[in-house]
């Protein structure tokens, strides 16, 4: 390790040391070591995790423009993490969304005084292990990360103890230790075929070996490979068919948890298999392949996504399939990942799936982190529970609104303005079909989502007391529904900042 | 390289600005009066910009003028840029959405129920549909396009009346389907090869060159009759065209006055704009596949919608679906006159389009008129069932003498609006479609007749029929307010100008057309 190593570390280092602070100043508060009240001075927690996140914010704001320290956007760490701009704009994703599922739910966590500790550090701790698994370029560190941030997932999805926490707890393990294994069974695949774990290497002896290369299946391997990684992967990012657990591990997770697994574990997760589909591009045997593939997961996701959030009373469940279908939408741009686009780069796909998924996370966390501000005063989760809200929270009700309408694709907010350029990469690959296929289902998802904003603005309700959110809640979601109007208007800010950072092609 | 002249985005966004200025303003509850009244004037004024955007047009210039044009959007995969600008087929459209603007907004004066929440609706509806006419960026176009659905959800189902959600859902999931083939019709033009623009028109002052000369004759990344096909439901069922009419009844029905004049008013042209600037612009050279051949078929449609909206016309009891149905069997007038495409010689080309054109236009301001005489009529009798109504005339012969213009507007009467256009429509159509155009002749007649035994159930006869509504109601009944008059006047006095001096809207819609046809 040199100086090189650490700097490229440094926001994940930043971030981890940011957990175990929080750990200690839990163990330190939890004495009564300042004479404090017990939980009066813990509040002081979200605070300290707050502003916090601004070392790990720093240092990689410091990556991307290169003010300080020894620097490189070439594999470090023996080539084992690359700190290029792909992995830092994923970084600013991830933690911008623990930044923001802090601020919004400092209320809702007053049910926890007890483990408001052990939420901070956990949530922390599974931030760090998605910054490290956006930058991580060799399998076994891929691996690592993965763990690092499903267990901290698993913990925070059961973290409530009552039943449904529980059962989302054990049944998220299950299915994450699954899913990780066939991750690993993939990667072994890609191992045995070219006997690298760098993926720069692998890509190397890709070029080099011949399709048989004396492993079983040959160069079939390699296909295999892949299509065990992205189930692998399909597991995180919450798409068909991989997609079971999420709305029991949504509903009974707490909501401000939902929250963060829906945008930050799926960003992640969609950052390292584009990095490891791009070492793959140039392979003959499989690149044409993949794109039918994630066509079908693809129309798979949204459709189901879409039709079974129809049917839904719960509105955890109904988020919990809505995101199943966003990212279906999103898998319409890998559909042209590492192929090229009509303008002869091959940069189209990746272009679109991070544009999506910056406008998704912003409005996505505007939706889930209204409804935190609004669960945890009425207690009741039910869509029916929603109704009328602009009589309780004018302000809120409006902002949440503008987050649904986003979520549906209404222009001109960034959900329409992502669905046009992810969808037009998908005709741009031939792929009229699953243009149609997607708009269609654009159109089924208009019918739950405005039922709901119908519901929020002219639902009738008993309950006439006003719920007032706290300014952090307020804020968070503001800033949500800013960002979503902002990157809908002026997508040219964020398509910059993208250009820049496809770095992976 | 980019222009900004300013004029075309301060049509489009003053009455959006004035919504927002209204939603700022609500913490301090500021007395509805004044809300409407700031409302109101606001759409005067967007009136005043659009009146002077059509009558600064520069018709011996033509071409496309008061361009604003901005890079907006440039992905991989798709680059759109903020083109705003008006040529001779979108300025009078312009005009119309500033006068029907300023009806409604008039109409809505006794809107009592979240008075500025329905204000700041009906401004970003106007904005909308302003930016719909006005913007010749195609993505542009489909976000004002899809963006007006909206504020009519809102506007339906909060101020209905009927089944109002019921009706809201219908309209937004019926525009939202046909939005979505056009979507993906929008991405297969831009995707062919030899296309690298989104821009509706070419533009030659500013080196920028249009769909429809780029498309012509390349190689398609998708059949061109696909691609024609994606567009042209999006329009149907906007405009719209039998069988896709489903929606119109029910949202017109249950829809407040000021919306159904907007909704009959302009919404509806955004459809035929759509058609002749893109269905007609872009597929007139494309490779395997134009206009030309679909407009046989076209026309069957168009007589269809015609005799079919008008029969079902006739059945009605409730006057608002009365005035729904005639609509559909207008905008089937719209759609024949498009077909005169498939004519030899550019002069029935270029008739047909510019009858149709000039429907849109007059329909617009007479159903207008027709919606607003029985939004008012309603207010007072709170009834629309026409086997309740009698001798309305002898209680408010105001409301009776333009209900008469604007039913005698709609059946074609001389000197009124909605003769020109038809006379236009059939003169160049039915050379090209003899059957299709004679048979749609029909609908004329059963216009006089279901227009014509309206207004004699309704308005004619000494008292209402007994089981109708109550003689002392009757007797209680009062005429139009002065204040009425301005909205009605305003609708009223194209459809006499339009009747008597064609000219003035016509030749604008020549220059446009002109340049759309090739």
Redesign the interface.
């Known amino acids: 390790m040199n100086a090189q190593d650490y700097w490229a570390l440094s926001p994940v280092i930043a971030m981890a040391g940011l957990a175990i602070v929080l750990l200690s100043a839990d163990a330190l508060l939890a004495e009564r070591m300042f004479g404090g009240r017990r939980f009066g001075s813990k509040r002081a927690l979200s605070w300290v995790a707050f502003i916090g996140l601004l070392a790990p914010a720093l240092l990689a704001l410091n990556l991307w423009f290169g003010w300080v320290g020894e620097q490189t956007s070439d594999p470090v760490v023996y080539g084992t993490f690359t700190a290029d701009r792909f992995a830092l704009f994923f970084q600013f994703l991830i933690i911008g969304a623990t930044a923001a599922v802090i601020l919004g739910s400092v209320p809702y966590l007053n049910q926890f005084r007890d483990s408001l500790g052990e939420f901070f550090t956990l949530i922390l701790t599974a931030a760090a292990g998605m910054m490290l698994l956006v930058g991580a370029s060799e399998l076994i560190t891929i691996y690592v990360a993965l763990e690092t941030t499903a267990l901290p997932a698993i913990a925070l999805a059961a973290l409530r103890r009552d039943g449904f926490s529980i059962e989302a707890g054990a049944k998220f393990l299950i299915l994450s230790a699954l899913s990780t294994a066939l991750l690993l069974f993939g990667l072994v695949f890609l191992y045995g075929y070219t006997g690298a774990t760098r993926i720069d290497e692998i890509v190397a002896r890709m070029a080099t070996l011949p399709f048989e290369a004396g492993v079983p299946f040959g160069s079939l391997a390699v296909m295999l490979a892949v299509l065990l990684i992205v189930a692998g992967f399909g597991f995180k990012m919450a798409i068909a068919p991989w997609h079971m657990w999420v709305p029991d591990v949504y509903q009974g997770a707490p909501t401000p948890v939902a929250a963060f697994l829906s945008v930050a574990s799926k960003a992640s997760a969609f950052a390292v298999l584009m990095r490891i589909l791009y070492a793959m591009a140039d392979f003959d045997p499989v690149a044409n392949d993949w794109q039918i593939l994630f066509a079908l997961i693809a129309t798979a996701s949204m459709t189901v996504g879409n039709l079974l959030a129809l049917t839904q009373s719960n509105m955890k469940r109904l988020l919990a399939y809505s995101t199943i279908a966003q990212a279906g939408y999103i898998m319409v741009g890998f559909a042209?990942v590492g192929a090229a686009?009509?303008?002869g780069?091959a940069?189209?796909g990746p272009?679109?799936i991070m544009?999506y998924l910056a406008g998704y996370t912003f409005t996505n966390l505007a939706v889930f982190l209204g409804f935190t501000a609004i669960i945890h005063r009425t207690g009741d989760d039910t869509i029916a529970g929603l109704s009328g809200l602009v009589k309780r929270s004018p302000v809120l009700a409006i902002l949440m609104s503008i987050g649904l309408?986003s979520l549906l694709g209404?222009?001109?907010t960034v959900g329409?303005?992502t669905k046009?350029?992810i969808?037009?990469?998908?005709?741009?690959q031939?792929l009229?079909w699953l243009?149609?296929v997607a708009?269609?289902n654009?159109?089924i998802a208009?019918?739950y989502y405005?039922?709901i904003v119908?519901l929020i603005?002219?639902g009738d309700t008993d309950n006439t007391d006003r719920t007032r959110p706290s300014t952090g809640e307020m804020t968070a979601v503001a800033i949500g529904v800013a960002g979503s109007l902002v990157l809908g208007v002026v997508?040219?800010l964020v398509?910059q900042l993208i250009d820049d950072a496809i770095t992976i092609v | 390289m980019s222009e900004f002249n300013g004029i075309l985005t301060v049509t489009v966004f003053l009455p959006a600005l004035a919504a927002l200025v209204i939603l700022l303003a609500r913490p301090f509850n500021l007395e509805d009066r004044i809300v409407r009244w700031f409302a109101i004037l606001s759409t005067v004024a967007t009136f005043v910009l659009s009146a002077i955007v059509f009558l600064a047009y520069d018709r011996d210039v033509g071409g496309v003028q008061f361009i604003d044009h901005i890079?907006?959007?440039?992905?991989?995969?798709?680059k759109s840029s903020y083109l705003l600008g008006v040529d001779g087929l979108s300025a009078p459209l312009v005009l119309l959405t500033g006068i029907l603007g300023t009806a409604a907004a008039f109409a809505s004066r006794n809107i009592n129920l979240r008075v500025s929440e329905y204000f700041v609706w009906l401004l970003l509806l106007e904005a909308a549909v302003m930016g719909v006419f006005t913007s010749l960026d195609l993505?542009l176009f489909?976000?004002?396009f899809?963006?007006e659905?909206?504020p009519m959800?809102?506007l339906i189902?909060?101020w209905g009346s009927g089944r109002p959600?019921y009706s809201a859902?219908k309209f937004?999931?019926f525009t939202?389907?046909g939005g979505?083939?056009m979507?993906?019709g929008i991405?297969?033009v831009?995707?062919t090869?030899a296309v690298d623009t989104l821009t509706m028109v070419a533009i030659p002052e500013l080196g920028i060159s249009g769909v429809p000369e780029q498309i012509a004759g390349a190689n398609l990344?998708?059949p061109a009759s696909l691609i024609f096909a994606f567009f042209l439901v999006a329009f149907a069922v906007k405009l719209p065209v039998w069988p896709l009419h489903n929606w119109l009844p029910d949202a017109h029905t249950d829809a407040p006055t000021a919306v159904s004049v907007m909704l009959a008013g302009v919404l509806l042209k955004m459809a035929g704009y759509g058609m002749i600037r893109i269905n007609i612009g872009f597929f007139q050279e494309t490779k395997g596949f134009t206009v030309h051949d679909a407009a046989g078929i076209l026309s069957v449609v168009a007589a269809i919608s015609v005799v079919y909206g008008a029969i079902v016309t006739i059945r009605q009891t409730d006057m608002k679906r009365l005035i729904a149905y005639s609509s559909v069997s207008h905008m089937g007038f719209v759609l024949l006159g498009l077909t005169a495409i498939g004519g030899n010689t550019a002069a029935i080309q270029l008739g047909g389009i510019n009858g149709a054109a000039l429907q849109m236009f007059t329909h617009g301001t007479i159903t207008g008129l027709a919606f607003l005489m029985v939004g008012l009529a309603y207010d007072r009798t709170h009834t629309r069932h026409i086997p309740h109504l009698g001798g309305l005339w002898r209680r408010m012969p105001i409301i009776g003498i333009f209900f008469f213009i604007a039913g005698f507007a709609s059946l074609g009467l001389p000197a009124l609006s909605g003769f020109v256009s038809e006379i236009m429509v059939f003169l160049n159509s039915f050379p090209v479609w003899p059957w299709a155009a004679g048979i749609s002749a029909f609908g004329v007649v059963l216009a006089a007749g279901y227009v014509l035994w309206m207004i004699q159930r309704t308005f004619f006869g000494s008292r209402p029929p007994d089981g109708g509504i109550p003689q002392k109601n009757y007797d209680e009944l009062t005429d139009a307010e002065p204040l009425d008059l301005i909205p009605i006047l305003v609708l009223t006095i194209p459809i006499f100008v339009i009747g008597i001096w064609p000219k003035t809207v016509v030749d604008v819609f020549k220059i446009g057309i002109e340049g759309i046809l090739r």
């Open positions: 042209a686009s009509s303008s780069t940069t189209a272009q679109s544009y309408l209404m222009p001109p329409f303005m046009a350029v969808f037009s990469t998908a005709v741009d031939g009229i243009a149609v708009v269609v654009t159109v208009a019918y405005l039922r119908g603005l002219f997508p040219w398509l | 890079s907006w959007l440039s992905a991989e995969t798709i993505l489909f976000v004002f899809e963006f659905v909206i959800y809102m189902s909060v959600r859902m937004v999931l939202l389907a979505a083939f979507f993906v991405f297969a831009y995707l090869g990344i998708a």
